[in-house]
Protein backbone atom coordinates (compact mmCIF):
# COMPACT_ATOMS: atom_id res chain seq x y z
CA UNK A 1 0.00 0.00 0.00
CA UNK A 2 2.00 3.06 -1.34
CA UNK A 3 -0.73 5.93 -0.16
CA UNK A 4 -0.53 8.98 -2.29
CA UNK A 5 2.12 9.28 -4.58
CA UNK A 6 3.33 12.35 -6.60
CA UNK A 7 6.04 12.47 -9.95
CA UNK A 8 7.96 14.53 -9.85
CA UNK A 9 9.27 15.17 -6.51
CA UNK A 10 11.03 18.28 -8.27
CA UNK A 11 10.81 20.33 -11.33
CA UNK A 12 12.15 23.57 -13.03
CA UNK A 13 10.16 25.20 -15.66
CA UNK A 14 10.68 28.33 -18.01
CA UNK A 15 8.12 30.86 -17.93
CA UNK A 16 5.61 29.68 -20.87
CA UNK A 17 6.28 26.17 -20.48
CA UNK A 18 3.70 23.78 -19.68
CA UNK A 19 3.45 20.55 -17.72
CA UNK A 20 1.27 18.43 -15.82
CA UNK A 21 2.01 16.93 -12.19
CA UNK A 22 1.51 13.30 -11.15
CA UNK A 23 -0.56 11.90 -8.45
CA UNK A 24 -1.85 8.98 -7.57
CA UNK A 25 -3.34 6.80 -4.46
CA UNK A 26 -4.16 3.02 -4.15
CA UNK A 27 -6.56 3.48 -1.08
CA UNK A 28 -9.88 3.21 -3.11
CA UNK A 29 -10.67 7.02 -2.10
CA UNK A 30 -13.25 8.71 -3.77
CA UNK A 31 -12.08 12.06 -3.31
CA UNK A 32 -8.58 13.72 -4.37
CA UNK A 33 -7.31 17.34 -3.92
CA UNK A 34 -5.17 19.41 -4.77
CA UNK A 35 -3.14 21.89 -2.86
CA UNK A 36 0.02 24.91 -3.42
CA UNK A 37 1.79 25.81 -0.22
CA UNK A 38 3.70 29.00 -1.23
CA UNK A 39 7.22 29.72 1.23
CA UNK A 40 6.05 30.36 4.52
CA UNK A 41 2.05 30.19 3.96
CA UNK A 42 -0.33 27.78 4.66
CA UNK A 43 -1.76 25.24 2.40
CA UNK A 44 -4.50 26.75 -0.47
CA UNK A 45 -6.57 24.33 -2.48
CA UNK A 46 -6.39 24.37 -6.12
CA UNK A 47 -8.81 21.81 -7.40
CA UNK A 48 -10.39 18.69 -6.46
CA UNK A 49 -12.62 15.95 -6.97
CA UNK A 50 -15.54 13.84 -5.28
CA UNK A 51 -14.91 10.87 -7.80
CA UNK A 52 -13.89 9.91 -11.44
CA UNK A 53 -15.51 12.30 -13.80
CA UNK A 54 -16.10 15.41 -11.16
CA UNK A 55 -14.30 17.95 -10.38
CA UNK A 56 -13.94 21.54 -8.60
CA UNK A 57 -12.53 24.47 -7.91
CA UNK A 58 -10.72 25.37 -5.00
CA UNK A 59 -9.80 29.34 -3.42
CA UNK A 60 -6.65 29.47 -6.54
CA UNK A 61 -7.96 27.48 -9.66
CA UNK A 62 -6.76 29.92 -12.26
CA UNK A 63 -3.94 28.48 -14.69
CA UNK A 64 -4.60 25.41 -13.59
CA UNK A 65 -6.39 22.04 -15.10
CA UNK A 66 -7.69 18.79 -13.63
CA UNK A 67 -9.33 15.76 -14.74
CA UNK A 68 -10.32 12.45 -13.35
CA UNK A 69 -10.47 9.48 -15.35
CA UNK A 70 -9.86 6.85 -13.02
CA UNK A 71 -10.84 7.01 -8.99
CA UNK A 72 -6.83 6.51 -8.72
CA UNK A 73 -5.20 8.93 -10.77
CA UNK A 74 -5.69 13.40 -10.11
CA UNK A 75 -3.35 14.72 -12.90
CA UNK A 76 -2.50 18.39 -12.56
CA UNK A 77 -1.77 20.60 -15.43
CA UNK A 78 -0.37 23.89 -15.75
CA UNK A 79 -1.18 25.88 -18.89
CA UNK A 80 1.48 28.22 -19.26
CA UNK A 81 3.70 28.78 -16.28
CA UNK A 82 4.19 31.66 -14.42
CA UNK A 83 6.86 32.69 -12.02
CA UNK A 84 4.24 33.09 -9.74
CA UNK A 85 3.19 29.58 -9.82
CA UNK A 86 6.09 28.68 -7.75
CA UNK A 87 5.49 26.46 -5.25
CA UNK A 88 5.04 23.47 -3.65
CA UNK A 89 2.38 21.30 -4.59
CA UNK A 90 0.57 18.47 -2.62
CA UNK A 91 -2.03 16.27 -3.93
CA UNK A 92 -4.59 14.59 -0.85
CA UNK A 93 -6.82 11.81 -0.85
CA UNK A 94 -9.73 10.67 1.30
CA UNK A 95 -12.27 8.12 1.50
CA UNK A 96 -15.81 10.02 1.70
CA UNK A 97 -16.68 10.67 4.94
CA UNK A 98 -18.94 13.31 5.89
CA UNK A 99 -16.28 15.32 7.73
CA UNK A 100 -15.68 12.27 10.21
CA UNK A 101 -12.75 11.39 7.11
CA UNK A 102 -8.90 11.35 7.59
CA UNK A 103 -7.19 13.22 4.52
CA UNK A 104 -3.78 11.54 3.35
CA UNK A 105 -0.93 13.59 1.67
CA UNK A 106 1.47 13.17 -1.08
CA UNK A 107 5.28 13.93 -0.11
CA UNK A 108 4.96 16.99 -2.69
CA UNK A 109 6.12 18.24 -6.04
CA UNK A 110 8.40 21.38 -5.41
CA UNK A 111 8.36 23.40 -8.55
CA UNK A 112 10.37 26.57 -9.55
CA UNK A 113 9.09 28.36 -12.94
CA UNK A 114 11.80 30.96 -14.33
CA UNK B 1 -17.31 28.55 6.37
CA UNK B 2 -16.82 28.84 10.30
CA UNK B 3 -13.39 29.87 11.15
CA UNK B 4 -11.01 29.09 13.75
CA UNK B 5 -8.38 30.48 15.92
CA UNK B 6 -5.15 29.41 16.73
CA UNK B 7 -1.86 30.91 18.45
CA UNK B 8 0.56 32.34 16.36
CA UNK B 9 3.72 29.93 18.05
CA UNK B 10 3.96 27.80 21.16
CA UNK B 11 6.94 26.89 22.84
CA UNK B 12 7.61 23.40 24.94
CA UNK B 13 10.52 21.68 26.91
CA UNK B 14 11.23 17.83 25.91
CA UNK B 15 9.15 15.53 27.32
CA UNK B 16 6.75 17.95 29.01
CA UNK B 17 3.64 17.87 28.11
CA UNK B 18 1.60 20.46 25.39
CA UNK B 19 -1.33 22.07 25.11
CA UNK B 20 -2.39 23.30 21.76
CA UNK B 21 -5.96 25.77 21.85
CA UNK B 22 -8.03 26.12 19.31
CA UNK B 23 -11.63 28.31 19.13
CA UNK B 24 -13.81 28.30 17.36
CA UNK B 25 -16.97 30.44 18.60
CA UNK B 26 -18.96 30.09 15.58
CA UNK B 27 -19.01 26.38 15.05
CA UNK B 28 -22.18 24.10 13.61
CA UNK B 29 -23.76 21.51 15.12
CA UNK B 30 -22.65 19.34 12.17
CA UNK B 31 -18.85 20.74 12.52
CA UNK B 32 -16.14 17.94 13.11
CA UNK B 33 -12.82 19.70 14.52
CA UNK B 34 -9.64 17.84 12.73
CA UNK B 35 -5.74 18.38 13.81
CA UNK B 36 -3.23 18.40 10.91
CA UNK B 37 0.42 18.86 11.76
CA UNK B 38 2.82 19.43 9.12
CA UNK B 39 6.51 18.56 9.24
CA UNK B 40 9.42 20.77 8.17
CA UNK B 41 9.35 20.16 4.43
CA UNK B 42 6.66 17.44 4.53
CA UNK B 43 3.12 17.16 3.42
CA UNK B 44 0.38 17.19 6.53
CA UNK B 45 -0.55 14.66 8.28
CA UNK B 46 -3.87 13.82 9.94
CA UNK B 47 -3.86 14.13 14.17
CA UNK B 48 -6.80 13.87 15.57
CA UNK B 49 -10.72 13.91 15.13
CA UNK B 50 -14.27 14.47 17.28
CA UNK B 51 -17.01 15.78 17.04
CA UNK B 52 -18.49 16.35 20.71
CA UNK B 53 -16.98 14.07 22.91
CA UNK B 54 -13.30 13.94 23.65
CA UNK B 55 -10.79 11.68 21.88
CA UNK B 56 -7.43 9.53 22.05
CA UNK B 57 -5.24 8.16 19.77
CA UNK B 58 -1.61 7.15 19.60
CA UNK B 59 -0.95 10.11 18.84
CA UNK B 60 -2.33 12.85 20.99
CA UNK B 61 -5.65 13.60 22.85
CA UNK B 62 -8.44 16.32 21.69
CA UNK B 63 -10.47 17.55 24.98
CA UNK B 64 -13.55 19.82 23.30
CA UNK B 65 -15.54 21.98 25.55
CA UNK B 66 -18.87 21.25 26.41
CA UNK B 67 -20.29 24.36 23.99
CA UNK B 68 -18.25 22.90 21.44
CA UNK B 69 -16.55 26.71 21.19
CA UNK B 70 -13.16 25.71 21.94
CA UNK B 71 -10.75 22.32 21.91
CA UNK B 72 -7.08 21.55 23.00
CA UNK B 73 -4.96 19.64 20.69
CA UNK B 74 -2.78 17.50 24.01
CA UNK B 75 0.62 16.18 23.11
CA UNK B 76 1.23 14.15 26.15
CA UNK B 77 5.02 14.35 25.68
CA UNK B 78 6.57 16.70 23.30
CA UNK B 79 9.35 15.54 21.31
CA UNK B 80 11.99 16.92 18.95
CA UNK B 81 9.98 15.17 16.26
CA UNK B 82 6.49 16.96 17.46
CA UNK B 83 7.72 20.43 16.29
CA UNK B 84 5.62 20.95 13.38
CA UNK B 85 2.97 23.73 12.51
CA UNK B 86 -0.31 22.39 14.13
CA UNK B 87 -3.84 23.17 11.86
CA UNK B 88 -7.23 23.05 13.79
CA UNK B 89 -9.60 22.92 10.94
CA UNK B 90 -13.33 22.85 11.12
CA UNK B 91 -14.91 20.08 8.88
CA UNK B 92 -18.61 18.80 8.01
CA UNK B 93 -20.18 16.89 4.69
CA UNK B 94 -18.01 16.39 2.07
CA UNK B 95 -15.90 19.85 1.43
CA UNK B 96 -12.65 19.63 1.29
CA UNK B 97 -9.93 20.84 4.53
CA UNK B 98 -9.13 24.45 4.13
CA UNK B 99 -6.04 25.34 6.16
CA UNK B 100 -5.50 28.67 8.17
CA UNK B 101 -2.42 29.79 9.50
CA UNK B 102 -1.51 27.27 11.89
CA UNK B 103 0.15 27.01 15.30
CA UNK B 104 3.96 26.67 14.84
CA UNK B 105 5.03 24.74 17.77
CA UNK B 106 8.87 24.74 18.38
CA UNK B 107 10.36 21.99 21.34
CA UNK B 108 13.31 22.66 23.25
CA UNK B 109 15.81 20.10 23.97
Known amino acids: NAGVTQTPKFQVLKTGQSMTLQCAQD?????MSWYRQDPGMGLRLIHY???????DQGEVPNGYNVSRSTTEDFPLRLLSAAPSQTSVYFC?????????????FGPGTRLTVT | DAKTTQPNSMESNEEEPVHLPCNHS???????IHWYRQLPSQGPEYVIH???SNVNNRMASLAIAEDRKSSTLILHRATLRDAAVYYC??????????FGKGTRLSVIA
Open chain 1, 92 to 104: ASNRYGQGAYEQY
Open chain 1, 27 to 31: MNHEY
Open chain 1, 49 to 55: SVGAGIT
Open chain 2, 26 to 32: TISGTDY
Open chain 2, 50 to 52: GLT
Open chain 2, 89 to 98: ILLSGNTPLV
